[in-house]
C-alpha cells in the first residue's frame, strides 16, 4: 500500500516514530483523526531530534548567561559579543546518522546546515571546525567512511568558500556501526544587524528562498531520533543531497538583502524542512501562518502535501517580509538565481494552515503543537564506578612509548585530513589546523582574532561522564587560554545512545551536570547546541551497542589584538616551563592503552579552581609578552606536549630528569589535567618566582634549542624521526603517500 | 593601479584578493558582476579563485561563457593585464586565451597545502617584483590544478620563456614526478604560465592569501608590488 493510501491511526503513529501515548495526545488536540500531513507534522515537531524531549529538563540546568551573551540557546545559533560592535555567532550540530549511511553526503549537508544556522541569523561565515569520532581503523567499513566524510566537509565547505580551521577526530570500536559528525559554523555580524526567527506582523507575507523541494530527506528527523539496526543502510532515501554552490549563493543573497530592512524575521528550513521552520517561525511569534504549498518551488512532479512538509531537501530558507519589500527582495533573489516565492502569510488564528490543489491539507493549532509536546524525566540507574587501573609497569621505556603514542591512530598527524579542507580562503587565517592550540582568525578589517576549537574525550566520558564531561569543557578553556584568548561561551553537541536506556541516560544526566559546573566555575556558559541521542547500532540479536558517551564541546575566545597571540611551536631558544600540577594520573591515559593495551581506571578530575588560576595565569603572562609558545598537556601526557611542540616548530629541548618522586611513565605519560607547557625566553626564574607567589604549581622542563628531543637519559629522538612517525598513519592506513604536509 | 575583480556565481576568493590589492596599492578595488557587458577603465582585471558555477560541468567552462568574457577578450586584445588565479587560470584555459587545461590532481583529491614556487621568468609584468629563481611559498587549495597542453604547446611555453611559476622543493629544485614539491601533478611541475605578450598570468596557488606578516608571510607581495610598478611607470 502505498502511503497515499494510507490513513493515520496508532500503528501508522508508530511508523512515524510517535508512541502510543503520543498518538492519543494528538487526538486530544485535533478533537479528530489527523490527515496524514497532520500526522506527519506531529511525529516530526514531536521527534527527539526537534522537540528536545528526553534532553530539556537537564539542558536547562546549564548556565546559559553572561554580561557578553547576546543570545543563548533558543535562537538558531548563539551569539557573544566579541568588542567593537561585533558579535560572534556559533553553532556546532551532528550529522551523525546521515553519515553512517551515506557517508560524503551526510557529513556534506552537515556542513551545509550548520551554515545555515549561522548565516540566518545576519552573519557572514567566517570560519568552521567539525568533530568526528570513528570506529576502529581495523574496522574494514571505517576508512570507506573516513573517506567519505572528509571529501564530503571537504567539498561542501571548499566549495561555499568558508575555510574550516580546526577540530578534532578520534577512533573507537564503540564508533564502529556509528560515526559521530559534528560540525561546527562560527560567523561574525554587527550586533545592531542580528536577525531573529519569532515572525510578526499579521498579513505579512510568507517568503520561501533557495532551492526546489523534492523528496529526498522525507523523515529524516525521525531517523535521527531511532537505532540503527542491520537494515539502517536501507535508509539512503533519508538522506539529503547537498549543492555547496546554491548555498554560496544563498548566503550572498541573503547577506545582501540583510543589509536592508526588509526581513522581519528568518529561519533556515533544516531537520523537519518547511514543516519545523513554518512552525517555529509562527509559534515564536505568537501568530497563525498560512502555506499554499502550490506555490512552493518543486523539482519533481506529483508531490503530495505530505512529502512537500517533510522533505528535508537543503539550501533552502523561510523568511518573512515587510509586504513592501517583496519586490527587493525579489530582485535580489533573481540576481543570484535562485527561487523566490510568496508561499502564505501570517494570520491571528495560531494556526497553521495548509492547504494544496484547493484542499486544506493541515490545520493544526499551533500553541498546543508545542507546549503539549512530550517532554519525558527518563529514568537512570546509578552509574558503575569505573575498576581500578590495574598493576602498572612500564615494559618499553620513554623513547618506544613516545614512539608508539605519537604514531598511534588518536594522536597521528591530522594532515591527511586537513590538507583536504581549504583552510585559508577568506585570507584571515592566523593561525591554521597544527599550528596553535586552537585555531585564530581575524576578523575581517579589525584587530579582533577569534580562538576557535573543538574537544572532548570520550574514553574519559565513558568512565566517569560526570568528569569527562566537566573535562571537555575545560579543554576547550584550556585550548583558547593557550593562545593567549579570553575564553567567551561554548556551544555543545551532545551525542548519546539510546535515552530510553536508563544506563545511558545516566551518562547523560552526569556529563551534563560535569559540563555545568566547570562552565560556571570557568564564566564560559552555553549559548547554543544539539543533541544526537539513539547513537546506537542494534544488533540481529537485539543486543545494542552504544557509542562512548561525547559530549562535544565548541569553544569560542576573542583576543582584542590579534597579534598578541601565541602559537605551539617550539622557539629557537630558552627555557621550557610546566604550569599546573603533576599527580601521574595514567587511569585511562593513551599510554595506558597504546602501550598496556589497556582502558582501565578512572577519568583524570579536573580541579576547576586550579584549572582556573593557571589559565589565568597564563593569558597573563602570553598578554605581557612573556611567552613565546604556549601548548595545553592533555592526550599523551607531558612528552607527547612536548614532542608536539617540537614538530611544529622543528627545534629542539632537551628535558632534565623530573625528580618527581614518581615512575617516568606516571610522570611523563600521565594525564593530569590543567597543564601548559611554557617556552619562555631566558631561564624562566622570574615566572617562577611570580608563580610560587600566586599559588601556581611550576616546574622547569628542560633547555629550549638545538636538534631533536633529549630524553633525561640523554638519549636523543629526532626531529625528522618524530615527524616520519607522527605523519605515517594516515597516508598508509589510506593508500596514499602523496599527502606530506608542509611543515613551515 | 586601477584593479578590477570579476565575480561570477560561486566564486569565493574575491575578498582576499581585494585585500591583498588594497594593502599593497593602497587603493580597493572595483568589484565587476559577471553579467556587465561593459568595462570601466581599468589597469589590471582579475578572475579569482572559488567554484564558479559549482565546478559543475568542468572547472570554469560555464564561466568562460559569462557575458563579461566578451569584454575580456576584448580588453586582452587591446592589450589589457589580466590575473587569473586557481578558478580564474581555468577560467582563462577555459576560453582559450591561455593554452592547456587543468585537469584533477592526479591523487584524485583536494589539495589545500603550502607550496614552493619557483620565478622562472622574472621579465613579465606579474614577475617584475621578483628575481630570476627566486622561491617562495604559496598557499594552494584545488582540486583540479594538474596542467597539462601538448608537445608543441609545451615547447613553444618553455622555448618562449612563459612559465612564469613553477613548484619546487624548498631548495628550489623542480621535479615534475616528485608529489612533495609538485602535489598535483602538472607536466614540468608548471604552476603559472603567461600569454605570448606577457599581459595575462594564470597560475593555480594563491599569493594574494600571503601579504601580510600576520596570515604567515608576505611571500605574495612582490606580485602585487611588481604589477604597481608596471603601472606607474
Not at chain 1, 597579534?563 to 601521574?584: C, D, N, Q, Y
Not at chain 1, 601556581?696 to 618524530?722: D, F, H, Q
Not at chain 2, 588594497?22 to 581599468?42: I, Y
Not at chain 2, 590544478?145 to 623542480?174: M, P
Amino acid at each position: 500500500m502505498s502511503l497515499k493510501q494510507k490513513v493515520a491511526d496508532a500503528a501508522l503513529a508508530r511508523e512515524f516514530g510517535l508512541s502510543d501515548d503520543e498518538y492519543d495526545r494528538v487526538l486530544a488536540i485535533m478533537s479528530r483523526t489527523p490527515s496524514l500531513t497532520e500526522l506527519g507534522i506531529f511525529s516530526v515537531m514531536w521527534s527527539e531530534h526537534c522537540s528536545y524531549k528526553s534532553s530539556r529538563k537537564w539542558l536547562r540546568t546549564l548556565p546559559t548567561t553572561a554580561p557578553w551573551v547576546i543570545h543563548g540557546p533558543g535562537e538558531n545559533a548563539g551569539v557573544v559579543d566579541i568588542g567593537q560592535g561585533l558579535a560572534a555567532v556559533f553553532k556546532m550540530e551532528s550529522h551523525n546518522h546521515p553519515s553512517f549511511i551515506e557517508p560524503y553526503q551526510g557529513a556534506a549537508t552537515g556542513v551545509g546546515g550548520i551554515l545555515r544556522d549561522v548565516f540566518t541569523m545576519g552573519a557572514r561565515p567566517v570560519a568552521n571546525l567539525n568533530a568526528l569520532r570513528f570506529g576502529s581503523p581495523e574496522n574494514s567499513r571505517t576508512r570507506q567512511i573516513v573517506d567519505g566524510v572528509v571529501r564530503g566537509i571537504g567539498g561542501y565547505g571548499n566549495c561555499v568558500g568558508v575555510p574550516t580551521v580546526g577540530g578534532e577526530v578520534n577512533f573507537h570500536s564503540a564508533y564502529d556501526g556509528n560515526p559521530l559528525v559534528n560540525a561546527m559554523t562560527v560567523g561574525v555580524a554587527r550586533q545592531d544587524r542580528i536577525f531573529l526567527s519569532a515572525a510578526a506582523g499579521i498579513g505579512n507575507p510568507v517568503v520561501y528562498v533557495g532551492s526546489k523541494t523534492g523528496r529526498d530527506g522525507i523523515h529524516g528527523a525521525t531517523m535521527s531520533s531511532a537505532e540503527f539496526d542491520e537494515h539502517a543502510l536501507a535508509k539512503r532515501p533519508t538522506v539529503q543531497v547537498g549543492d555547496p554552490f546554491v548555498e554560496k549563493l544563498l548566503i550572498e543573497a541573503c547577506l545582501e538583502l540583510m543589509a536592508t530592512d526588509a526581513i522581519v524575521a528568518i529561519q533556515d528550513m533544516g531537520a523537519a524542512g518547511l514543516t519545523s521552520s513554518s512552525v517555529e517561525m509562527a509559534g515564536k511569534g505568537n501568530v497563525g501562518i498560512e502555506l499554499d504549498l502550490d506555490a512552493v518551488p518543486q523539482r519533481e512532479t506529483g508531490m503530495t502535501a505530505y512529502e512537500m512538509m517533510l522533505s528535508e531537501s537543503q539550501e533552502r530558507m523561510l523568511m518573512v517580509l515587510k509586504p513592501e519589500c517583496t519586490d527587493l527582495a525579489r530582485t535580489i533573489f533573481e540576481k543570484w538565481e535562485l527561487d523566490f516565492a510568496v508561499v502564505g502569510h501570517l494570520t491571528d488564528t495560531g494556526r497553521i494552515v495548509v492547504t494544496h490543489k484547493g484542499k486544506v491539507e493541515a490545520d493544526i493549532p499551533l500553541a498546543p503543537l508545542a507546549d503539549q509536546a512530550p517532554i519525558y524525566d527518563r529514568s537512570i540507574t546509578p552509574l558503575v564506578p569505573p575498576g581500578p587501573v590495574g598493576p602498572v609497569h612500564d615494559p618499553v621505556g620513554l623513547e618506544q612509548s613516545l614512539i608508539k603514542l605519537i604514531g598511534c591512530p588518536d594522536l597521528a598527524s591530522r594532515a591527511w585530513i586537513w590538507n583536504q579542507y581549504d583552510s585559508t580562503v577568506g585570507g584571515q587565517t592566523v593561525r591554521r589546523p597544527g599550528r596553535a592550540d586552537a585555531a585564530i582568525v581575524r576578523v575581517e578589517d579589525t584587530s579582533i582574532g577569534l580562538a576557535l576549537t573543538t574537544d572532548c574525550t570520550p574514553r574519559y566520558c565513558y568512565a566517569n561522564p560526570k568528569a569527562g564531561g566537566a573535562q571537555a569543557v575545560a579543554e576547550a578553556w584550556r585550548n583558547i587560554t593557550a593562545t593567549g584568548a579570553t575564553p567567551l561561551a561554548v556551544t555543545d553537541n551532545l551525542n548519546f545512545g539510546n535515552p530510553e536506556k536508563p544506563e545511558v541516560m545516566a551518562q547523560f544526566v552526569a556529563a551534563i551536570e560535569g559540563m555545568g559546573e566547570a562552565c560556571r566555575a570557568l564564566d564560559f556558559p552555553v549559548v547554543s547546541g544539539n543533541v544526537s541521542l539513539y547513537n546506537q547500532t542494534r544488533n540481529p540479536d537485539e543486543s545494542a551497542r552504544a557509542i562512548l558517551p561525547t559530549p562535544a564541546i565548541g569553544g569560542l575566545g576573542v583576543l582584542a589584538d590579534v597579534e598578541k597571540h601565541v602559537g605551539m611551536a617550539m622557539p629557537e631558544s630558552g627555557t621550557l616551563l610546566l604550569i599546573g600540577e603533576t599527580k601521574g594520573h595514567l587511569g585511562q591515559s593513551l599510554w595506558l592503552r597504546e602501550v598496556l593495551g589497556r582502558e582501565t581506571g578512572d577519568a583524570p578530575m579536573v580541579d576547576l579552581a586550579a584549572e582556573r588560576r593557571n589559565g589565568d595565569f597564563v593569558r597573563e603572562q602570553i598578554a605581557s609578552g612573556a611567552v613565546l609558545a604556549c601548548h595545553d598537556v592533555s592526550d599523551g601526557g607531558i612528552l607527547v606536549g612536548v614532542a608536539e611542540m617540537i614538530m611544529a616548530g622543528g627545534h629542539g629541548c632537551e628535558l632534565e630528569p623530573p625528580q618527581s618522586g614518581m615512575r617516568p611513565e606516571a610522570f611523563w605519560f600521565g594525564e593530569d589535567q590543567g597543564r601548559y607547557l611554557l617556552a619562555v625566553p631566558g631561564d624562566g626564574q622570574e615566572l617562577l618566582s611570580m608563580a610560587r607567589a600566586r599559588g601556581i604549581a611550576l616546574r622547569v622542563l628542560g633547555g629550549i634549542g638545538g636538534e631533536g628531543l633529549t630524553l633525561p637519559s640523554g638519549a636523543t629522538i629526532s626531529t625528522p624521526r618524530l615527524v616520519a612517525v607522527n605523519d605515517a598513519f594516515f597516508p598508509a592506513w589510506m593508500g596514499v603517500d602523496a599527502f606530506e604536509a608542509v611543515r613551515s | 593601479m586601477k584593479a578590477g575583480i570579476v565575480v561570477f556565481p560561486g566564486t569565493n576568493r574575491e575578498r582576499d584578493m581585494a585585500i591583498a590589492l588594497r594593502v599593497v596599492s593602497g587603493r580597493a578595488p572595483k568589484m565587476l558582476w559577471h553579467r556587465e557587458t561593459s568595462l570601466p577603465d581599468l589597469d589590471l582585471i582579475v578572475l579569482p579563485g572559488g567554484f564558479s558555477y559549482g565546478d559543475y560541468l568542468r572547472c570554469g567552462a560555464m564561466a568562460a561563457h559569462s557575458p563579461i568574457m566578451r569584454e575580456i577578450r576584448k580588453f586582452v586584445s587591446e592589450g589589457g593585464y589580466v590575473l587569473g588565479v586557481c578558478n580564474g587560470f581555468q577560467i582563462l584555459t577555459e576560453t582559450k586565451i591561455l593554452p592547456g587545461a587543468l585537469l584533477k590532481n592526479t591523487e584524485l583529491r583536494f589539495l589545500s597545502q603550502d607550496c614552493f614556487l619557483r620565478v622562472d621568468n622574472a621579465e613579465t609584468p606579474f614577475t617584475a617584483g621578483w628575481q630570476k629563481n627566486d622561491v617562495f611559498r604559496a598557499p594552494l587549495a584545488h582540486g583540479d590544478g594538474n596542467y597539462v597542453a601538448d608537445e608543441k604547446t609545451l615547447e613553444q611555453l618553455e622555448g618562449e620563456g612563459r612559465i612564469a611559476f613553477r613548484y619546487v622543493s624548498s631548495a628550489g629544485i623542480a621535479c615534475s614526478e616528485d608529489r612533495k614539491s609538485n602535489p598535483n601533478g602538472s607536466v614540468n611541475a608548471i604552476a603559472g604560465i603567461v600569454s605570448a605578450d606577457g599581459r595575462v598570468c594564470g597560475m593555480m596557488p594563491h599569493p594574494e592569501d600571503l601579504v601580510d606578516p600576520l596570515m604567515g608571510g608576505e611571500d605574495g607581495r612582490p606580485l602585487f608590488e611588481g604589477l604597481m610598478e608596471v603601472f606607474i611607470r
